[in-house]
Every structure is written in structure tokens, then in C-alpha cells.
């Protein structure tokens, strides 16, 4: 029996890889440790998405280096993106590594601990488009959300993205395994499930039958007992329709919130990047959706800097921006990445999208305080989260702010608040952003 640390980087969904990693670590027998020092080995579970998830990667891997050094770890095992996009020269460059497993390979996870225990080198990679292995998890979220991954990889090949080269094609999880371990999280606590893929809104098409199944799936969730919320992230624009929409609407459960990333409005730009849908037609989606769904909250990702973005395709961006209003929007600088069809284009250089997305941030940040200060005076549910010891203070989330990328409710309470209990707030104020309440009187 050993000591294993774990750290996660990167996204969600990279996240419950390193969940069932450590599911399985400790079903072999082993420790898992919340704190790296002392551990026999360190799994450092990384993003290779864009420059500055690399970064991050790398950071983290000397850091952990630096400490074995000192004799305060022992082994280094590498995963994720990032021990898939360089499989030979992670090792090469930084020999502190005892061991990658590529993005096919986390099932190997056990294995490959063994071996490092044994003093032996590790480099293992699997086929990145071999279908889901089920497994069980140990959360690292707390106990009252969770994310759950419904399929891997992308068929989409945007022209900027390098995913479907790491993660490979699309396959969908199958239904009856999905809901077997959301029910296993509702016996565990959870109250809100966040559904997640590289894209949600093509889930079943790999099935078969090859038709589109998320409406279906997200009626199945809500049927469960103790899941209060469910809310849905990464659905793209042009794989919405009008049966989804229906379920968005009426089930009580979703939460009227929608993560759909939609990169730019221009249409030259997203000719280029490969993506479907343009201006006009986004505009009518939500215009769409916002009719059907009362109540909704639009969150979304753009990249400034793209192949193919003068000045004048940024403008139409940040008019859309203006027009469109929504509520929740990040900005990134493009990133250009080798082995991606954008790397060979021609794209504004680096400092020129950085001020861009700085100043699509700026637009941002007007309308979500203008957001914020329309919900002052009214009574929203909202899910707690957890209680600050510097400030004395519980906080939490309404059903517009997802954990991790959106911001806080702070709550005035005289009485003790449980974690993961749902309470009613009448709104206030701003804190820096974010709202403020106190408990409303029954």
C-alpha cells in the first residue's frame, strides 16, 4: 500500500478522469492523499489545451520536481492532454518525469502506479477513440454538485481547436450508465448535477438508432429523487432544437441557465473556424430561446485575435456583444496551436487579441453589473456553498452562476446554514460584484 497525491488541472470533465483515477487507485488498495508532500507518487492530471493551461502544466510539474528534489515526494506520473500532445518530449525535457499516460490510457492508472513503485519507467498510450470504460469516482467537488461527463472527445473540428487530436472522436457514454451513476450521486448528497462533454448537444448520435439524445437523457435525470438542479453546459448553437428547448422550459429541475459556446458572430470568421452557423442565425436563436424559456441565462465563450478578424469583424463582434446582452461571457485571446489547421493562418499577433479580449471584458463587465443590479429587491432561490471564516459570511449560487466560472450570492443570516441546503434571498446589494442578501421571512 502507497501514498498517491493527485493533482487536476484544466477543465471539468478532466476533472472526473482524475476522479476515476483515484476511484481506482484506492480500490487497489492504495492511500489517496489530499496533500502531495509525502506521497510515494504524485499523478499530476494536466491541460494541453491552449499556451497557458501548457504553462500551467509545466508550472506545476517543476513545482512537484523541485520537491522531489528536497526528498519530499517520490515518483512523478504525468496524464491528461498535455502527456498526450507530447508524448516524447515531456520526459526528454524534464527527466524529473517517472512515468506518462496518455488521455487512452488513464484506465491504466493502477498498473502504472505499480510499476513506479517498482522502480520502473512508465510511458503508456492507448487509443484516444476506444469507447468509455465505467468506473466509479471519488468526488473532489463538494458533496452537493457534481459534474458528470456524458460522452469524449469531438467531431466538430473547429479549425482552431486541438481536442479532437488529444481526446479523439465523439463517443457517447450509454444512457443506462449515465443514470446508474447519478443516482449513486444522489444517494451520496449531490443536489445538482452539471452535465458536461466536449459537446453535450450531439450526445446519442454515436448510439445506436443515431439520433440525438440529450432531451431524453435530461428528462431521465430529472426523474431522480434528491437532484434538485440539473444545469447544462457546452451545448452547441446549431444542435439546439425545438424538442430540447421544450425540456429546458418545462422541466423544473433544469435550471434555466445554458452554456453555449459560440466563438465569434462574423461570418467569415467562423467560415474559418470551421464552425457552423453565423451571425444572423445566432441571433435568431436566442432571440428564440429567450422567448420559450423565461428566466434564461446565457452564458458563452469568444476568441479574439481569430484567422480572418480585422478590425472590422472585432467591431461586429463587440456590437453583437452590446445588442445581444448576455449575461455571462469569457473573452479569450486566440491561442495559435501546432498541429491545428488556424496555426498556418494568418491572425493578428498576440498583443493585438490580448487587448481585444480586454476590451470585450470591459463590454462584459457593464452589462453583468446592469444584470446584478436588476435583481436587486427580488427573492431567489439559491444553493449554499459554504461559509467564509475571514468575513464571517455563508455564500452561494443562484441558478445564473455556475460554481467555479460565475460569481456569489454573499448571505446575511442569524441563523446556521447547512452546506448544500437551498434557501430563499432577498437581494440588496453589490459586494464587488457580486450580490448580496439576507434569508427572506416565510
Not at 520536481?65 to 504525468?78: D, N, P, S, W
Not at 427580488?378 to 467564509?388: K, N
Not at 460554481?403 to 448544500?420: F, H, K, N, Q, T
Request: include cysteine; charged fraction near 30%.
Amino acid at each position: 500500500m502507497a501514498n498517491i497525491g493527485f493533482i487536476s488541472l484544466g477543465c471539468a470533465k478532466n476533472q472526473v478522469d482524475c476522479e476515476r483515477m483515484m476511484y481506482r487507485i484506492q480500490e487497489a488498495g492504495h492511500n489517496v492523499c489530499e496533500q502531495v508532500v509525502g506521497c510515494d507518487v504524485v499523478v499530476i492530471n494536466t491541460c494541453g489545451f491552449i499556451d497557458s493551461a501548457k504553462t500551467e502544466a509545466i508550472d506545476f510539474i517543476l513545482q512537484t520536481a523541485a520537491l522531489k528534489a528536497e526528498g519530499l515526494v517520490g515518483k512523478i506520473l504525468v496524464t491528461g492532454c498535455l502527456s498526450q500532445r507530447y508524448q516524447s518530449e515531456i520526459m526528454k525535457e524534464m527527466p524529473e518525469v517517472d512515468g506518462v499516460l496518455g488521455t487512452g490510457s488513464f484506465t491504466e492508472i493502477v498498473p502504472a502506479i505499480q510499476a513506479l513503485l517498482d522502480d520502473k519507467q512508465v510511458r503508456d498510450f492507448g487509443s484516444i477513440d476506444a469507447p468509455e470504460v465505467e468506473t466509479g469516482r471519488i468526488l473532489t467537488t463538494p458533496e452537493h454538485y457534481a459534474y458528470i461527463k456524458i460522452a469524449e472527445g469531438c467531431d466538430n473540428r473547429c479549425s482552431y481547436c486541438i481536442i479532437p487530436y488529444l481526446r479523439g472522436k465523439f463517443r457517447s457514454r450509454q444512457m443506462d450508465d449515465i443514470l446508474y451513476e447519478a443516482r449513486l450521486l444522489a444517494d451520496a448528497g449531490v443536489k445538482e448535477l452539471i452535465v458536461v462533454a466536449q459537446d453535450t448537444s450531439r450526445y446519442g448520435v454515436d448510439l445506436p438508432g443515431g439520433k440525438l439524445l440529450l432531451s431524453e437523457l435530461l428528462r431521465q435525470l430529472c426523474k431522480i429523487d434528491g437532484i434538485h438542479w440539473v444545469r447544462i453546459h457546452y451545448v452547441y448553437p446549431d444542435e439546439i432544437d425545438d424538442e430540447l428547448i421544450e425540456v429546458i422550459a418545462t422541466e423544473p429541475k433544469i435550471v434555466k441557465y445554458l452554456d453555449l459556446p459560440i466563438q465569434h458572430c462574423n461570418t467569415k470568421v467562423l467560415t474559418l473556424m470551421n464552425r457552423r452557423g453565423d451571425g444572423p442565425f445566432l441571433r435568431e436563436l436566442f432571440q428564440k430561446l429567450r422567448s420559450r424559456i423565461p428566466g434564461l441565462v446565457l452564458r458563452t465563450s469568444v476568441i479574439a485575435g481569430l484567422p480572418g478578424e480585422g478590425e472590422e469583424e472585432f467591431a461586429e463582434l463587440c456590437e453583437f456583444l452590446k445588442e445581444q446582452r448576455l449575461e455571462r461571457v469569457g473573452a479569450f485571446p486566440f491561442s495559435p496551436e501546432e498541429g491545428t489547421p488556424a496555426f498556418e493562418m494568418d491572425y493578428p499577433d498576440n498583443d493585438i487579441a490580448v487587448a481585444r479580449a480586454e476590451r470585450i471584458q470591459e463590454i462584459q463587465f457593464e452589462i453583468m453589473d446592469s444584470y446584478a443590479q436588476a435583481l436587486i429587491g427580488t427573492t431567489m432561490e439559491v444553493l449554499v456553498d459554504g461559509y467564509d471564516e475571514e468575513r464571517e459570511q455563508y455564500y452561494g449560487r443562484t441558478y445564473a452562476d455556475s460554481p467555479e466560472i460565475d460569481g456569489r450570492v454573499w448571505i446575511a443570516s442569524d441563523e446556521d446554514l447547512s452546506e448544500g441546503s437551498f434557501v430563499k434571498v432577498t437581494m440588496d446589494g453589490l459586494d464587488e460584484g457580486d450580490l448580496s442578501g439576507y434569508i427572506a421571512e416565510e
